[in-house]
């Protein structure tokens, strides 16, 4: 396992301690369902898909048309995960890109 790999795996665990103690988080994402790519620019990304506040089938590549695509190189995603970039400064310098709509994002940034 890659250490973007481990990091992003470390942050799932995270997120399902995080629901599983938050009720209104619960709640919000009760009737959501989206998938998500993260696209790393120089090699194979990662998808999973986030249903009804669960995080189910994470692993290598991508999901055909997801409702979220998070695309940077992979140095930038460690530098996210590991807090060392911020996310809006990340977008601002064109680091980080994404296609997904407004209040998805919000709800990713819970994600992490």
């Known amino acids: 396992m890659d ?5 992003l795996t470390d942050a799932i665990e995270k997120f399902r ?3 599983a103690e ?3 988080l619960q709640n919000e994402l009760a009737d959501i369902t989206r ?3 993260i696209d790393i620019l120089e090699k194979d ?3 999973f898909i986030l249903d009804k506040g669960e995080i189910k089938d994470f692993k290598h590549g991508h999901i055909s048309e997801p409702d979220v695509a998070l695309m940077a190189t992979e140095e930038d ?3 996210l995960m ?3 970039l911020k996310p809006m400064k990340a977008w601002a310098t064109k680091r980080l890109k994404f296609k997904a709509s407004l209040s998805d994002v919000m709800r990713l940034k819970k994600f992490f």
């Open 3 to 7: 250490e973007l790999e481990q990091l």
């Open 82 to 84: 590991k807090g060392e």
């Open 17 to 19: 301690g995080k629901i």
């Open 77 to 79: 995603f460690i530098a």
């Open 35 to 37: 998938t998500v790519t």
């Open 22 to 24: 938050d009720e209104a």
């Open 45 to 47: 990304g990662f998808s």
